[in-house]
């Protein structure tokens, strides 16, 4: 066997086995974090004008803005609608202003693109907000499997671009890709194979879905890709945390690369459930409001302490990593969001064949909640 690389698709079995062989390094830049991007580093006159008109300028156009949680904090103390991918787009799909203006990354504001009302427009802070894991995937290498595996089911992160979503069956975000597996699982033959991707920590996670259900893991294929902040989040930085702060409960984004080492402690009774959920960002929120301890250690980017840090600001929340920082998601500033709402810039448009392919996949994500 050659040596694997990212984007390449093996059976689950395989691909768990060699996850610690690929090199799953970003296969695209990783822009540098603007200064702008910490409220912090606005003077304070700059940043109240700029929150004043950002209000303004909502009420004037008929904007509705969706901030996701990894960005910066100012944005989402004046967004409408702040979660994850699968909240966005619900949010989204249900609005009716003129304008939807989110802040997150490319492949979250092609949803809105492809969900959008006739009447609406989809802009975004800044059109240089990519994705490193959804430039793992590519959508050649999905229709050979394809044609390999007559019937095959694929199932797309929503972590990814257009083409591969029109290529997808189904989309599922982490918020429910538990459901949408369960579902396929349902609704399917048991010699009909099964492509997840690109998330292979994901994909470990869908694995032990498929085991607890006493499906055979030989349906499942994995594609070889991760989030690179995600990634950096390994087995040793959840236990140095959990020696610093002892009796901390545990919440992890399934993307994480400490996700398979979790799992097994859970699975051998190291850690009781109670002390240790997966969860996505949006559930990190409902887990933090009802667990009973006090200190919560946060593996995800560390964007998501902030709406934590509201949701239950009796807790206190540590990230497992510090340095797991979205430089994406940071392309997104105060300044630049104000300029996308005065300016009407940045508008998001989709090729019509492709977003109707792939507005199937993605209705029935939203219908799997």
């Known amino acids: 066997m050659d040596q694997p690389v990212s984007g390449d698709i093996f059976p689950a079995v395989d691909a768990i086995r060699m996850i610690d062989e690929v090199d799953l390094a970003p296969p695209i830049e990783v822009p540098a974090v603007s200064s702008d991007a910490y409220p912090e580093n606005l003077p304070a006159e700059e940043h109240r004008r700029l929150d004043s008109e950002i209000r303004r300028l909502k009420k004037e156009h008929n904007a509705f803005i969706l901030a996701h949680n990894y960005?910066?904090?100012?944005?989402?103390?004046?967004?409408?609608?702040?979660?994850?991918?699968?909240?966005?787009?619900?949010?989204?799909?249900?609005?009716?202003?003129?304008?939807?203006?989110?802040?997150?990354?490319l492949f979250m504001n092609q949803i809105l693109a492809i969900m959008k009302k006739p009447h609406q427009r989809v802009l975004a802070p800044d059109l240089g907000a990519l994705c490193s894991l959804a430039a793992h995937a590519d959508a050649e290498k999905i229709r050979r499997w394809k044609?390999?595996?007559?019937?095959?089911?694929?199932?797309?992160?929503?972590n990814t671009y257009l083409d591969v979503k029109a290529e997808s069956d189904y989309c599922c975000a982490s918020a429910n890709a538990a459901k949408v597996i369960l579902h396929v699982l349902a609704n399917s033959e048991p010699v009909q194979p099964i492509l997840f991707l690109p998330d292979v920590y994901l994909g470990f996670y869908a694995a032990k879905l498929l085991e607890q259900e006493n499906q055979s893991l030989d349906r499942l294929w994995l594609m070889m890709g991760a989030c690179h902040v995600h990634d950096?989040?390994?087995?040793?930085?959840?236990?140095?945390?959990?020696?610093?702060?002892?009796?901390?409960?545990?919440?992890v984004h399934p993307e994480c690369g400490c996700t398979s080492a979790c799992m097994r402690q859970m699975a051998q009774g190291m850690t009781p459930a109670h002390m240790m959920q997966?969860?996505?960002?949006?559930?990190?929120?409902?887990?933090?409001?009802?667990?009973?301890?006090?200190?919560?250690?946060?593996?995800?980017?560390?964007?998501?302490?902030?709406?934590?840090?509201?949701?239950?600001?009796?807790?206190?929340i540590v990230p497992a990593n510090p340095e797991a920082v979205c430089a994406y998601m940071k392309q997104n500033t105060f300044r630049k969001l104000y300029l996308s709402l005065r300016d009407?810039?940045?508008?998001?448009?989709?090729?019509?064949?492709?977003?109707?392919?792939a507005r199937i996949p993605i209705t029935r994500m939203l219908s799997i909640v």
């Open 344 to 357: 009407n810039i940045h508008e998001i448009t989709v090729d019509p064949d492709l977003a109707a392919r």
């Open 232 to 251: 950096r989040i390994r087995p040793y930085h959840v236990e140095m945390q959990k020696q610093n702060y002892p009796g901390a409960a545990v919440v």
């Open 147 to 158: 044609q390999e595996h007559r019937g095959g089911i694929v199932i797309s992160y929503v």
């Open 71 to 105: 960005t910066p904090s100012d944005i989402q103390d004046v967004a409408d609608a702040v979660g994850d991918s699968l909240y966005l787009a619900q949010k989204g799909a249900e609005s009716d202003a003129d304008i939807l203006l989110e802040a997150s990354v």
């Open 278 to 316: 997966f969860r996505s960002t949006q559930g990190m929120v409902q887990f933090v409001r009802e667990t009973p301890q006090k200190v919560v250690i946060m593996a995800t980017e560390v964007g998501n302490i902030y709406p934590l840090s509201k949701a239950a600001p009796d807790k206190t």
